[in-house]
Nanobody
Framework: VQLQAFGGGLVQAGSSLRLSCAAS????????MGWFRQAPGKERRFVSA????????VYAESVKGRFTISRDKANNMVYLQMNSLKPEDTATYYC???????????WGQGTLVTVSS
């Protein structure tokens, strides 16, 4: 599978941005699609994930209530709607596919999100 994330950019604090991730190949109900982010000089961290079949979601505490993950099964797309962005959300965001929320095997290239104060 190939994953391509896009939609990043430079925004002001308080703004919204939607990231998209296009997955090539077939995605199965058992798959989990996730978003991670890596700020400069820091480790990559989990942001959110969605189970492809059931649509159940999970979020990191730092983004709960502000970010929403969704998927478009017909077009093999995953989205991350980010609202009320903060400067600390600045990072390169990656989408990934795996078999559980703790086991991701396929990664896309990142898309940079910069939030100015």
């Amino acid at each position: 599978v190939q994953l391509q994330a896009f939609g990043g950019g430079l925004v002001q604090a308080g703004s919204s941005l939607r990231l998209s991730c296009a997955a090539s190949g077939r995605t199965f109900s058992s798959h989990v699609m996730g978003w991670f982010r890596q700020a400069p000089g820091k480790e990559r961290r989990f942001v959110s994930a969605i189970r492809w079949g059931a649509g159940t979601t999970v979020y990191a505490e730092s983004v709960k209530g502000r970010f929403t993950i969704s998927r478009d099964k017909a077009n093999n797309m995953v989205y991350l709607q980010m609202n009320s962005l903060k400067p600390e959300d600045t990072a390169t965001y990656y989408c990934a596919r795996g078999t559980s929320t703790t086991d991701f095997q396929s990664w896309g290239q990142g898309t940079l999100v910069t939030v100015s104060s």
